[in-house]
């Protein structure tokens, strides 16, 4: 059984029809990745799965007892909000400390647990935000746009990282994302977002895709050329530029 | 004991005092200092009420607070800017309270009272309403304090983890229209929501944890209310205002310290 099946999901906001007759699943284990230009509806199709909104026509069913871990877009803390990393991982799960130091170990922070959370920078902040998402062991983890305002090999890394984590626990992961040359290489299927689904597959058939290409033009040639790039031969992926964070 | 009246100001000073302390650092927290200002200043509208009908203040200024409350929650959905509907509810409510009270005939009643507070005349009933009130919102706001905390932070991440940031949001709004209602002997209408956050702002540079925040506000608080109240009795100054002013010099005095503290490291 599917972990999340989307079935002709319509939703509306405002009166302006954002989504319409969307129909997903996402299995366990797997790594999907959601691709689409501004305004396509790809966080509403995330705030309709979580809950946040309703759907206007069409149903989402997810499975009993389904854990969610979720990696928001952007976490702004009113300066006048003091927490630590600690406090904010076991926000909403009683867990150990030992566990949180786990959590923050395998997203690749480990030692900041006593740290303020306004004190953080960029990548380590979303790090965090990640850990926090795994710290139940969840079935699926949803990410939306996790990598904002971090730099390409920042988000290359951090991308690497959610599919070192999840291959090794199983957990599956729905993602939304723009950066599309650094996401297609961990994904095992893309969905192409437009208000519709225009065309969806493995990313090589995706982003040969004339839907896909007519909404992302001609830059997507370099998109397939460095998705091919990163698997027809294996580099050092240890990347060791995390350290200058 | 109770017997005395500046025991009874004191315990209820010090009652109002815990009550503010959590809420206020959620009204710090989520920028909702102004609608706490509209809160208190529709509460004068239902003192004009309660004496209308004849019926006990603590009733008609809870109702209409919370009245005031979920309207301006509605209303902030459909395309006015917060700070302009609350400058129009909160004023006019204010307004509307204000002529309610002049038609008021045949009682004459002492507006000043409630604009500024009366806490040397809180009698035994208002004590223990004012630690009923004080009880009731420390208790809703520890029962949801994991819930309250998430939404505040992130509305999304509050979804994905089962809750209802709408029903959080409720939560607090009842609870912010029992402490206007409690509060309002106490400091009176003008002032409630100086009681709700110069203790929390106070205790910002202080805390590490939203937890040690909110214990730090209680505690300045509550020394505001007793050494305001010592000052009020001493220097004949009136006693509400006191307290808040004595809550105001402890704030500067932090903030001073703690930018000292920060240049020298």
Same mark, same amino acid.
């Given at each position: 059984?599917?972990?999340?099946?989307?079935?002709?999901?319509?939703?509306?906001?405002?009166?302006?029809?954002?989504?319409?007759?969307?129909?997903?699943?996402?299995?366990?284990?797997?790594?999907?990745?959601?691709?689409? %230009?501004?305004?396509?509806?790809?966080?509403?199709?995330?705030?309709?799965?979580?809950?946040?909104? /309703?759907?206007?026509?069409?149903?989402?069913?997810?499975?009993?007892?389904?854990?969610?871990?979720?990696?928001?877009?952007?976490?702004?803390?009113? %300066?006048?909000?003091?927490?630590?990393?600690?406090?904010?991982?076991?926000?909403?799960?009683?867990?150990?400390?030992?566990?949180?130091?786990? &959590?923050?170990?395998?997203?690749?922070? %480990? /030692?900041?647990?006593?740290r303020q959370m306004a004190q953080l920078s960029g990548g380590q902040f979303q790090r965090v935000l990640l850990a926090?998402?795994?710290?139940?062991?969840?079935?699926?983890?949803?990410?939306?746009?996790?990598?904002?305002?971090? /730099? *390409?090999?920042?988000? &290359? &890394?951090?991308?690497? *990282?959610?599919?070192?984590?999840?291959?090794?626990?199983?957990?599956?992961?729905?993602?939304?994302?723009?950066?599309?040359?650094?996401?297609?290489?961990?994904?095992?299927?893309?969905?192409?977002?437009?208000?519709?689904?225009?065309?969806?597959?493995?990313?090589?058939?995706?982003?040969? &895709?004339?839907?896909?290409?007519?909404?992302?033009?001609?830059?997507?040639?370099?998109?397939?050329?460095?998705?091919?790039?990163?698997? /027809?031969?294996?580099?050092?992926?240890?990347?060791?530029?995390?350290?200058?964070? | 004991?109770?017997?005395?009246?500046?025991?009874?100001?004191?315990?209820?000073?010090?009652?109002?005092?815990?009550?503010?302390?959590?809420?206020?650092?959620?009204?710090?927290?989520?920028?909702?200092?102004?609608?706490? =200002?509209?809160?208190?200043?529709?509460?004068?509208?239902?003192?004009?009420?309660?004496?209308?009908?004849?019926? $006990?203040?603590?009733?008609?200024?809870?109702?209409?607070?919370?009245?005031?409350?979920? $309207?301006?929650?509605?209303?902030?959905?459909?395309?006015?800017?917060?700070?302009?509907?609350?400058?129009?509810?909160?004023?006019?409510?204010?307004?509307?309270?204000?002529?309610?009270?002049?038609?008021?005939?045949?009682?004459?009643?002492?507006?000043?009272?409630?604009?500024?507070?009366?806490? #040397?005349?809180?009698?035994?009933?208002?004590?223990?309403?004012?630690?009923?009130?004080?009880?009731?919102?420390?208790?809703?706001?520890?029962?949801?304090?994991?819930?309250?905390?998430?939404?505040?932070?992130?509305?999304?991440?509050?979804?994905? $983890?089962?809750?209802?940031?709408?029903?959080?949001?409720?939560?607090?709004?009842?609870?912010?229209?029992?402490?206007?209602?409690?509060?309002?002997?106490?400091?009176?209408?003008?002032?409630?929501?100086?009681?709700?956050?110069?203790?929390?702002?106070?205790?910002?540079?202080?805390?590490?944890?939203?937890?040690?925040?909110?214990?730090?506000?209680?505690?300045?608080?509550?020394?505001? +209310?007793?050494?305001?109240?010592?000052? +009020?009795?001493?220097? =004949?100054?009136?006693?509400?205002?006191?307290?808040?002013?004595?809550?105001?010099?402890?704030?500067?005095?932090?903030? #001073?310290?703690?930018?000292? $503290?920060?240049?020298?490291?």
């Amino acid at each position: 059984m599917s972990l999340i099946a989307v079935q002709n999901l319509a939703v509306t906001y405002g009166g302006r029809r954002v989504l319409n007759d969307v129909s997903l699943t996402l299995d366990p284990g797997e790594i999907v990745t959601i691709v689409g %230009p501004n305004g396509s509806g790809k966080t509403s199709l995330f705030r309709a799965i979580i809950g946040a909104t /309703d759907a206007a026509k069409g149903n989402i069913s997810l499975q009993p007892g389904l854990k969610i871990g979720y990696v928001p877009q952007r976490l702004h803390i009113d %300066p006048t909000l003091p927490i630590t990393v600690e406090r904010f991982m076991r926000l909403t799960e009683r867990v150990s400390r030992a566990r949180c130091a786990e &959590a923050l170990v395998s997203a690749g922070v %480990p /030692d900041l647990l006593k740290r303020q959370m306004a004190q953080l920078s960029g990548g380590q902040f979303q790090r965090v935000l990640l850990a926090r998402a795994l710290i139940n062991r969840p079935d699926v983890l949803l990410l939306d746009e996790a990598t904002q305002g971090l /730099d *390409q090999p920042g988000s &290359a &890394a951090f991308y690497q *990282q959610i599919e070192t984590v999840c291959r090794k626990t199983g957990c599956a992961v729905l993602m939304i994302s723009h950066e599309l040359h650094v996401v297609m290489s961990a994904s095992d299927r893309v969905i192409c977002l437009n208000g519709h689904i225009c065309c969806e597959g493995t990313p090589a058939v995706v982003a040969s &895709a004339p839907e896909y290409r007519a909404l992302f033009g001609i830059g997507t040639g370099g998109a397939l050329a460095l998705y091919r790039h990163h698997h /027809d031969h294996d580099h050092d992926h240890s990347h060791s530029h995390e350290a200058a964070e | 004991m109770l017997d005395d009246f500046m025991t009874r100001a004191t315990l209820a000073g010090v009652g109002v005092a815990f009550a503010a302390a959590p809420l206020g650092c959620f009204v710090v927290w989520r920028r909702m200092a102004y609608f706490g =200002d509209a809160t208190a200043h529709a509460a004068i509208l239902g003192v004009a009420l309660s004496l209308a009908f004849e019926v $006990s203040i603590f009733p008609g200024v809870l109702a209409v607070a919370l009245a005031m409350a979920l $309207s301006v929650t509605l209303l902030a959905g459909r395309g006015y800017a917060m700070d302009t509907l609350l400058g129009v509810l909160a004023h006019s409510a204010l307004a509307f309270g204000l002529v309610a009270v002049s038609f008021l005939s045949g009682v004459r009643i002492d507006l000043m009272a409630y604009l500024f507070g009366d806490i #040397l005349a809180v009698s035994r009933i208002d004590l223990l309403i004012i630690w009923g009130g004080a009880v009731l919102v420390i208790g809703l706001i520890s029962w949801r304090w994991s819930a309250l905390l998430t939404s505040t932070l992130n509305e999304e991440l509050a979804y994905a $983890s089962g809750l209802n940031p709408n029903r959080e949001q409720l939560i607090l709004t009842l609870s912010l229209a029992i402490t206007v209602a409690v509060a309002i002997k106490v400091v009176g209408v003008l002032l409630i929501a100086a009681l709700l956050i110069i203790p929390a702002a106070a205790a910002r540079g202080l805390a590490r944890t939203p937890e040690d925040m909110t214990v730090i506000a209680a505690a300045i608080g509550a020394t505001s +209310a007793l050494v305001g109240l010592r000052g +009020a009795y001493v220097f =004949d100054t009136p006693a509400g205002p006191s307290i808040v002013c004595f809550a105001a010099i402890i704030f500067a005095a932090f903030n #001073l310290v703690g930018r000292r $503290s920060k240049n020298r490291a």
